[in-house]
């Protein structure tokens, strides 16, 4: 019956009706012929409940169908059938599944939002107006008064404001207000449908009440009351009661009456009103109100009225209404004969050519003159939106308002005539009042309240910063406007309160209304009821006015109907000139001490009083910031500085209520500087006047301040014969000069907070007075964008003086909003979430920190617990990021009077702060701000909130809809000038390469104009099309993101989604695939088939399958020789040969590298290559977010997983945890509905948790969580020494045997499935390699060396070479630092092999960047420096590509000690610049240890510093105790080593003794690795010069230092078996210890043996040293003497030292005593 070929639908009827005639189904029969398919629908439905999942079954298919009547048809079929299955809410979705994944119903609204079949464009319209309306002839203007006869309806739902005030209050996204609007509408809808079906008139909805009329001749009333309880019997059996889904029950009661009455419309030519007057209007809602719920009451004329033969009632006691028990029911053809009977007008009955028609209104062909009247009576919100096109669901939202409820109490004895004349004018002074601050009248209604209006401040489009001050004074303006130019209303009263309420549209698609409701709309009206004749306030909108306590006067607390606790609540009274005196217009100190984040401000302050106070120079400072930026706070502070530094403060406030008052500045300015603020009289204030003011002026002028300062000075004859021009010119004059003499008293600061709000009077006379006086004076001012009014042209002036200084008040820096949220909370400690949540969503600004601490502090979403004295914080992952943040020591000794009492702070367990809804006061801050912009600007942000914090304009532009390129460029540009979007780096980017570097010429210069142009323009274009921004304030983008209906915010994240599935991958140059390797395969054919087809990304499957095609063909097809342990000793000069080979071989293939970076790369950096930060940060992670907003927790986890892993490969482990604990709390959301994980991914998520805490510093638990994930993948590690030795022999087996096993192997298809798992163990292993190996202990080092063992047997049963490859370096690295030089070298050289066979650039710029970090580390352990520097720097050249930090600081390590061994100084530094930058973030600890180390290896041996000696100690000593260093015992013993030497060197050895002794105990935990070596070569010399210091001074412990030297050198020369490059170092020490103990023959086959060693290996760092000892051992004097001793400490910079300088070494002298005169004891 719904189709659109008018044939099939009747066709569809007369089957219809002939089933019901088979089945005997009277009333189905008489539905099928009227064609009422909703009711046939819900007959269906409610006569067989057993079989709604059958019909949700049978109407699915018809959501695909392209008939819009059908697709229509069925949304409301499932919406009967859905409330039938509520308690089977899993069902229902299991069965919709489906349906809501294919992309038609992705895109297609729900019934109330789509456009009917029947429904005109005039039509959408006709839906907000009633039929009264309607009734009129449109095209002229509707008569003032009408007087016609009818019935009365009035219905209110109780619950509905319970129910709104539970979404309010929610903290959760998932309660917004889409949600319940349906709840509303749902239920609106069904009891509107009814009364429209019995031939009812929704006049208005009274927020949760609906008044309807039947407009009938006064015979027809009896008849017409019939048909009314008709359908209110009908109404209330099925809707009495209807249960929510928040657990709130609806219910309805009923209240009726009869009689005459008339309509008045009210308004102005813009906008108009109507409302039903008469005695018929008071007796429904007094009726109403005897109702409870489920009953129907009529009033007494009513029943008077209503044929009562046919009517069961109960009198209501003490009442003359009466209550309906029960009523005998009418057919359906008798409800027919009785509408035949009415003579209504045409548009309010049912056309019998228009089956399913609720409403003929609806169909109103267009008409210019008809539309033109009706949208008079619109609300302007709502036509903004219906001009914008935008769907009814977008005007609904939980918004915070100011609502003014105004009450108009007329007189006792007025007529009709007079009080429609009454109303008329107040409504049009009301409007009058209102529009300047676009507020707007929502309802008039003339109910027992007298004439009530109901008007709103911040609806859509007219959001305000300073609503509730608007408010209050529109409320005082029309209660006195109103009360004194209206005669014939005897009292008005105001009541205004401010917070959350739903505004939108209440009612049925074919009428309905905009409406706001709530608790606090309800507060608003008792208010107005309770505080008679005044404008009395909450304390929501006391507070948010921030007005002075003096504008208020607290009212008695009274009891009110429907609220339980009103709160405080006030009286505004207004401003007044009597309020200047006796006030104090500055705010006190702040309770919390020391003002925050504005040291500079403060010295700014500081310098010029001081400079005023000495020189008696003038100044002006002018602060200027946002709404919340704290000037208030700045100003009172200054204030305070200012009085303590001996000066008189004259601090005034001011408000927006002072620029509409002349001289009102100017007034409280000089009331303060004259002293009259205290006093409280008339007389006191005269003679106050007269001892300040005398000489100045004539007594006979006195008289002209009587209005300024409210005093009584005789009107003098002068001064009476003034016109009034000649007055107000005195006036001027007397003020300038009572100025003047003020500025000029010595000693004065003038403090104005909320200059701004000066009004232009006073101004003027400053200027006049400020231009040539010297004056100390500061003021604030709000940001000018955030300004209702510009400055007037004397503020201007002011402002350009060149003794005034403007400074723009910034955001406070992260660590300052998180000390003052320490302040507000009175805590030591902050959980890292809520410092991100804090840092993120104040933007910096501290009123917003405040309201956002106040906001969770108020949802209990806070928890609270003492700190004791020694607590340490837990070795746990909860705690990982955790940061204790001192607060002031203020604040600490009040939270703490005897170091008792102090708190840490953590959020509840059950809150995640990314998803919580903004507080509403910087909702309304941020709205404000949304509202002030164009439609356009509005929608193109409000689809960016969708997307996130960051977003590309390509996806910007596939989710808008309809829009073009041009429209989406204008609207971009406009609010990137506005600061509300940036662009990002991304396109950055473009414009830095065509940066000129140094030495360029002037290449821009010559240029012409028209090339410049066109370069800009297509650097424009692109950026516009291919751009990343970023929004400026994260409070905008989460208000815009709020304003969504769910169902239309769930559809364009599924169509994100889509979008983005086709770049989750790494980029090219880090080889393709997913960030954990082989991701899509572990999740078997369900992850691909549900991507490939629900989303169809087909290019990146094909990415990924491309890279599964490169992994094929890199397959090992046989494993070098060399692998297998029986292979026997391998020669070591082949070995080196061979390795040295493939270094060669390495810069072939890379030839088209630069050798060495030119000095601008390495300042500025080159053109990054590598995506892979923009891939996670614009795809990834939005990903994650929008499966999550759509539901689907299995994708949602899979994007979180793949973030993680992606932020670790960029090497940002703050990031990867903050997506791993959301992945953890989804992992719990998913086990309460009884799922579970794919044991990979749980696998996974452990793995991930050990690399992150692995990175953080937290061994031990990262090496739980990394062996629990190997058990999950199959792949145990052993927890003992039993159980390791064990597994050793099986893995030294398998690997023996692996080649052996190859032919067996699984199929390709299951090997395939294997992957995912073997790279993840392979993953696992290597971090339980690197953990083991930080540890001393040598079962630890047996760990070590197992796990890099069964990483290579996982690699090559895997059969990926390049993973091969990789396991060899990385096993060849273990046996480095395990001292093992022969596997070292062997599996170095099976590297190398396999390196000649493998595609190294196939697997991406990665992999190949690891190969030449691990082949230069090679190649300089092994002593070719050269080699080793080459390699280096094409390393480099990768990782900058790559922009990967993490491996950037490994290679400039590297790099800098083979250049340093070298002596090329100036490559050094540029390293060292490059590492310095790469180091500077605060979490790059380890880096920075190197940094500093290489800082220490320059001062000791070249003779020029980078940084000086005591920033390298003051680095030690603030960092050695940080986990992340102490994990690092090799750096460690670096560092302590360096400091030792110089202290030795310098023969300081108070200082020497404690990094002497630290660097000792380290020595046993540390390796063979590069950094161990050259660190154990630092100890040996310190031991070096204790033994020649105890040869000198003391003997007898010269013993004990010679066997400690030997027995380390000894050591020390093991350990460089694996890093043969600091051989020379080694043997040069020894030489040095030899020759002290006498033994020169061994001293000088020491020193020829190094110096063999410098050149083989090319290092002449030791060589000339080497050259420089013998020299002066064995000739006695040096060439230079001892210039290191003469230049230290304070060594120069590279380009300030003298080659001779850079050449310098320290001498090793030997010992004062004669070498044969040394003690016996210690002779070699």
Avoid at 619 to 636: C, D, N, P, Q, Y
């Amino acid at each position: 019956m719904s189709e659109q070929n008018q044939r099939a639908a009747q066709a569809a009827q007369k089957a219809l009706v002939s089933a019901a005639q088979l089945l005997k189904w009277e009333e189905l029969k008489q539905l099928a012929r009227t064609g009422e398919t909703w009711k046939i629908g819900e007959y269906l439905v409610l006569r067989d409940r057993s079989r709604a999942e059958q019909y949700l079954h049978q109407s699915l298919p018809y959501l695909e169908k392209p008939e819009a009547s059908l697709r229509e048809a069925s949304v409301k079929f499932l919406g009967l059938t859905g409330q039938q299955m509520k308690q089977r809410k899993e069902k229902v979705e299991q069965i919709c599944n489906g349906a809501l994944c294919t992309p038609r119903a992705l895109t297609m609204s729900c019934a109330w939002e789509r456009r009917s079949k029947h429904c005109s464009e005039l039509g959408e319209v006709a839906a907000y107006v009633p039929d009264l309306i309607l009734s009129e002839d449109l095209r002229h203007e509707a008569r003032c008064v009408q007087n016609f006869h009818g019935v009365l309806l009035f219905a209110d739902v109780s619950g509905f404001t319970a129910l709104t005030e539970k979404f309010s209050q929610s903290v959760s996204l998932e309660r917004g207000a889409d949600e319940l609007t349906q709840t509303l509408n749902d239920y609106m809808g069904d009891i509107v449908e009814e009364l429209l079906g019995f031939g009812g008139d929704i006049l208005k909805f009274a927020g949760d009440a609906v008044l309807v009329l039947w407009r009938v001749r006064e015979t027809q009333l009896r008849d017409t009351i019939s048909l009314v309880l008709q359908c209110c019997q009908q109404i209330q059996e099925k809707y009495s009661v209807r249960d929510t889904d928040v657990g709130l029950k609806l219910r309805l009661k009923i209240g009726i009456s009869a009689g005459h009455m008339s309509l008045l419309t009210v308004g102005d030519r813009k906008e108009q009103h109507f409302l039903i007057l008469g005695k018929a209007v008071g007796e429904v809602w007094q009726a109403q109100n005897l109702a409870s719920a489920s009953d129907v009451i009529l009033s007494a004329s009513c029943w008077e009225l209503c044929n009562q033969s046919q009517v069961k009632s109960k009198r209501v006691k003490g009442q003359g209404a009466v209550k309906v028990t029960g009523m005998q029911r009418m057919s359906v053809s008798e409800r027919e004969d009785l509408f035949s009977k009415f003579t209504r007008a045409q548009l309010n009955c049912r056309s019998p050519e228009m089956p399913g028609v609720l409403r003929p209104a609806v169909t109103l062909a267009p008409h210019r003159a008809q539309g033109k009247v009706l949208r008079k009576y619109i609300p302007a919100s709502v036509l903004r939106k219906i001009d914008d096109r935008q769907p009814l669901a977008c005007l609904s939202e939980l918004r915070p308002v100011t609502c003014l409820f105004v009450k108009l109490q007329f007189a006792a004895k007025v007529n009709l005539t007079q009080i429609c004349k009454a109303i008329q004018d107040s409504s049009m002074l009301i409007l009058e009042i209102l529009r300047p601050h676009k507020g707007e009248i929502n309802k008039i209604s003339m109910f027992d309240k007298g004439c009530t209006l109901l008007c709103v401040f911040g609806l859509p489009g007219g959001k305000l910063p300073c609503e509730s001050v608007c408010a209050l004074e529109s409320a005082i303006k029309i209660s006195t406007a109103c009360s004194g130019r209206l005669g014939k209303i005897e009292a008005v009263s105001v009541g205004v309160t401010s917070g959350t309420a739903f505004c939108g549209v209440v009612g049925h698609r074919v009428r309905h209304e905009y409406t706001v409701m709530g608790q606090k709309v309800n507060l608003a009206a008792r208010l107005m009821e309770h505080y008679p004749g005044l404008v009395s306030c909450d304390a929501a909108t006391y507070a948010a006015s921030r007005l002075p306590r003096s504008y208020f006067k607290e009212l008695p607390k009274a009891q009110m109907k429907g609220v339980g606790d009103p709160g405080t609540v006030y009286q505004y009274l207004g401003m007044s000139q009597k309020l200047v005196f006796g006030l104090d217009l500055m705010e006190e100190r702040s309770e919390y001490g020391p003002l925050l984040g504005r040291e500079k401000e403060i010295a700014l302050f500081e310098s010029a009083l001081k400079a005023y106070g000495t020189c008696h120079e003038s100044s002006i400072l002018a602060f200027e910031g946002v709404l919340g930026s704290g000037k208030s706070h700045l100003l009172t502070e200054l204030a305070s500085l200012g009085q303590a530094a001996g000066h008189r403060v004259v601090a005034v406030e001011l408000t927006e209520l002072d620029l509409k008052q002349v001289y009102s500045a100017l007034r409280m300015v000089l009331a303060m500087a004259l002293g009259l603020q205290s006093c409280q009289s008339c007389s006191a204030r005269q003679l106050v006047l007269q001892a300040k003011l005398q000489g100045l002026m004539a007594e006979s002028s006195y008289c002209l301040l009587n209005d300024v300062f409210l005093v009584k000075f005789p009107l003098s004859t002068a001064v009476s014969q003034m016109s009034g021009t000649q007055r107000q010119m005195e006036l001027e004059l007397v003020l300038k000069k009572v100025l003047q003499k003020t500025v000029e008293e010595d000693g004065v600061v003038f403090v104005i907070d909320n200059a701004h709000c000066i009004d232009s009077p006073s101004w003027s006379l400053m200027w006049s007075v400020l231009r040539d006086v010297s004056i100390f004076m500061v003021m604030s001012f709000t940001a000018s964008h955030c300004r209702r009014q510009r400055l007037c042209q004397a503020a201007v002036d002011i402002l350009k003086l060149p003794k005034t200084s403007c400074v723009r008040l910034g955001e406070l820096k992260p660590s300052a909003v998180v000390q003052k949220a320490c302040q507000e909370l009175g805590v030591v400690s902050l959980p890292q979430d809520l410092e991100t949540l804090l840092t993120q969503r104040s933007y910096g600004i501290p009123y917003y920190c405040e309201e956002l601490l106040r906001y969770l502090l108020g949802h209990d979403m806070l928890l609270f617990h003492p700190l004791g004295k020694d607590e340490k914080r837990e070795d746990k992952w909860e705690s990982l990021f955790t940061s204790v943040t001192e607060a002031s020591t203020t604040t600490a000794a009040r939270s703490s009077s005897a170091g008792k009492d102090r708190r840490v702070c953590t959020m509840r367990p059950a809150v995640t702060p990314q998803n919580t809804v903004l507080p509403p006061t910087l909702k309304g801050i941020a709205l404000a701000e949304l509202d002030s912009m164009k439609p356009s600007e509005q929608m193109v942000l409000k689809c960016a909130a969708i997307l996130g914090l960051l977003f590309s304009t390509e996806l910007l532009f596939h989710i808008l809809p309809g829009w073009s390129r041009a429209k989406l460029n204008k609207a971009l540009n406009a609010l990137v000038r506005c600061n509300i979007l940036k662009w990002l780096n991304a396109a950055k980017g473009a414009e830095e390469s065509s940066v000129p570097t140094e030495g360029s010429g002037t290449s821009l210069e010559e240029e012409s104009d028209a090339q410049k142009s066109s370069m800009e323009e297509s650097k424009q274009r692109a950026r516009l099309e291919s751009g990343v921004l970023a929004f400026c304030a994260p409070l905008l983008q989460e208000a815009a993101y709020e304003l969504w209906p769910k169902g239309q915010r769930v559809a364009l994240h599924h169509k994100c989604a889509a979008f983005l599935e086709r770049h989750t991958h790494k980029c090219q140059c880090c080889g393709g695939g997913d960030f954990v390797a082989f991701h899509r395969l572990a999740l078997g054919s369900t992850q691909e088939a549900e991507s490939g087809e629900e989303h169809g990304s087909d290019c990146s499957w094909r990415n990924w399958e491309a890279s599964l095609a490169t992994s094929e063909e890199m397959k090992l097809d046989e494993l070098p020789a060399s692998t297998d342990a029986s292979s026997g000793v391998l020669k070591e000069k082949s070995c080196l040969e061979e390795i040295f080979q493939a270094a060669k071989q390495f810069l072939a293939k890379t030839e088209w590298m630069p050798k060495v970076p030119s000095k601008t790369q390495w300042t500025q950096g080159v053109e990054c290559s590598c995506s892979c930060k923009a891939i996670v940060d614009l795809v990834l992670v939005p990903l994650a977010q929008h499966y999550m907003a759509v539901g689907n927790d299995a994708r949602a986890f899979y994007y979180l997983l793949e973030g993680a892993a992606a932020y670790l490969h960029v090497s940002d482990n703050y990031l990867a945890f903050r997506n791993l604990k959301k992945a953890e709390v989804l992992r719990t959301l998913v086990a309460k509905k009884g799922n579970a994980l794919a044991c990979f991914e749980e696998a996974t998520l452990l793995s991930l948790k050990g690399e992150v805490c692995y990175h953080m510093g937290q061994t031990e638990l990262a090496k739980t969580t990394i062996r629990k994930a190997l058990s999950l993948l199959k792949r145990k590690f052993p927890t003992t020494s039993t159980g390791a030795a064990l597994q050793l022999v099986l893995e030294k087996s398998e690997h023996a045997s692996h080649k052996k096993n190859r032919d067996s192997s699984v199929p390709q298809e299951a090997g395939r499935q294997r992957l995912p798992w073997l790279f993840r163990q392979s993953h696992c292993l290597s971090l339980l390699r690197q953990l083991f190996s930080l540890e001393s202990a040598a079962g630890s080092r047996r760990l070590s060396r197992l796990a890099a063992l069964m990483k290579v047997n996982t690699a090559e049963e895997s059969e990926d070479a390049s993973h091969v490859l990789l396991s060899y370096l990385e096993y060849a690295l273990c046996c480095q630092n395990l001292g093992c030089r022969e596997e070292w070298l062997q599996y170095g050289r099976a590297a190398m092999q396999l390196s000649a066979e493998v595609q190294l650039f196939g697997g991406g710029v990665l992999n190949t960047a690891s190969f030449a970090q691990a082949l230069s580390h090679l190649t300089l352990s092994l002593g070719n420096l050269p080699l080793s520097v080459d390699v280096g720097y094409r390393a480099e050249r990768l990782c900058m590509e790559l922009q990967k930090p993490d491996l950037g600081c490994v290679v400039l390590r590297t790099l800098f000690t083979a250049l340093f061994l070298q002596m090329r100084y100036p490559e050094c530094e540029a390293v060292l610049r490059r590492l310095e930058e790469q180091v500077s973030g605060a979490d790059e600890i380890v880096g920075q240890a190197c940094f500093f180390c290489f800082c220490l290896d320059l001062l000791l041996d070249a003779g020029w510093q980078y940084k000086s000696f005591e920033e390298c100690r003051r680095f030690v000593e603030q960092n050695e105790a940080n986990c992340l260093l102490q994990a690092q015992s090799s750096i460690l013993l670096g560092l302590y080593s360096s400091l030792a030497l110089w202290f030795a060197r310098l023969g300081q050895w108070d200082n020497f003794q404690k990094p002497f002794e630290k660097a000792r105990r380290l020595l046993k935990s540390t390796g063979a690795c590069l950094v161990a070596s050259q660190a154990c070569s630092r100890l040996l010399e310190c031991h070096s010069l204790v033994l020649k210091k105890d040869m000198e001074h003391s003997l007898w412990r010269a013993r004990e230092s010679c066997r400690r030297a030997l027995r380390l050198a000894k050591e020390v020369f093991s350990r460089c078996s694996t890093s043969p490059v600091f051989y020379p170092r080694v043997y040069h020490l020894k030489a040095y210890i030899f020759l002290m103990l006498g033994n020169e023959e061994q001293s000088l086959l020491c020193l020829n043996q190094g110096l063999q060693a410098c050149e083989d290996h090319g290092n002449l760092l030791e060589k000339t040293w080497l050259e420089m000892s013998t020299e002066c051992w064995f000739t006695g004097k040096g060439r230079l003497g001892d210039l290191w001793l003469k230049t230290a400490p304070h060594f120069p910079h590279l380009n300030q030292a003298k080659p001779e300088v850079c050449s310098s070494r320290y001498l090793l002298k030997l010992p004062a005593l004669q070498r044969e005169d040394s003690s016996p004891g210690i002779k070699f």
